[in-house]
């Protein structure tokens, strides 16, 4: 008989015990934080100086990277109104790499980064090459493509589109010796 007590008294206890547990844990429980994925949009490209042997076309044979020339980026939303724009400089080597910072992607098929946005010529530090041209929709907007790279972490994704190539051409190119 002192045995069953013994039992009732101890297991008595380990459901005190468990309760005491139970509310000391609900009270000071702090749930993580759950981290939002960011994603990112991010376009890059390439500006070079068109070749006079190639003017007045869209080859970019012997074409050569500027370094510090402005790119824009700009979105518009599904009113045509313009949602996002930024300009971007060249690095060293003619390479821009715009993140949109602040860029919203909607679920909207008509604000997706393929459809909104595109990327315009701005300037060029070069006096002997900075006429604005078309190649690649340059002057009015080249559209942007998905190639299928992205940047991935844990917190972290970038999905990355590329316009471009872009092209400045030379002011002034000396005329061709006919001979």
Same mark, same amino acid.
């Given at each position: 008989?002192a045995g069953?007590?013994?039992?009732?008294?101890?297991?008595?206890?380990?459901?005190?015990?468990?309760?005491?547990?139970?509310?000391?844990?609900?009270?000071?429980?702090?749930?993580?934080?759950?981290?939002?994925?960011?994603? @990112?949009?991010?376009?890059?490209?390439?500006?070079?100086?068109?070749?006079?042997?190639?003017?007045?076309?869209?080859?970019?044979?012997?074409?050569?990277?500027?370094?510090? &020339?402005?790119?824009?980026?700009?979105?518009?939303?599904?009113? @045509?109104?313009?949602?996002?724009?930024? &300009?971007?400089?060249?690095? @060293?080597?003619?390479?821009?790499?715009?993140?949109?910072?602040?860029?919203?992607?909607?679920?909207?098929?008509?604000?997706?980064?393929?459809?909104?946005?595109?990327?315009?010529?701005?300037?060029?530090?070069?006096?002997?090459?900075?006429?604005?041209?078309?190649?690649?929709?340059?002057?009015?907007?080249?559209?942007?493509?998905?190639?299928?790279?992205?940047?991935?972490?844990?917190?972290?994704?970038?999905?990355?589109? &590329?316009?471009?190539?872009?092209?400045?051409?030379?002011? @002034?190119?000396?005329p061709e010796?006919?001979?």
């Amino acid at each position: 008989m002192a045995g069953n007590h013994l039992v009732l008294v101890i297991s008595a206890l380990l459901v005190l015990f468990s309760l005491a547990f139970a509310s000391v844990s609900a009270e000071g429980y702090v749930p993580t934080p759950t981290v939002e994925k960011k994603v @990112d949009v991010v376009v890059e490209g390439m500006v070079y100086c068109q070749s006079c042997k190639y003017l007045g076309s869209w080859s970019l044979s012997e074409a050569k990277p500027i370094s510090s &020339a402005k790119v824009s980026v700009i979105c518009n939303n599904g009113k @045509d109104q313009i949602s996002y724009y930024k &300009a971007f400089p060249t690095n @060293d080597n003619g390479y821009f790499y715009a993140q949109l910072e602040g860029f919203k992607m909607n679920s909207c098929i008509w604000e997706h980064p393929l459809q909104s946005c595109h990327v315009r010529l701005v300037s060029s530090p070069l006096e002997n090459c900075s006429l604005i041209s078309n190649i690649n929709n340059g002057m009015y907007g080249a559209p942007l493509r998905f190639e299928k790279k992205k940047l991935v972490g844990s917190n972290y994704e970038a999905a990355i589109y &590329a316009a471009g190539p872009l092209a400045f051409r030379p002011t @002034d190119c000396p005329p061709e010796g006919h001979y």
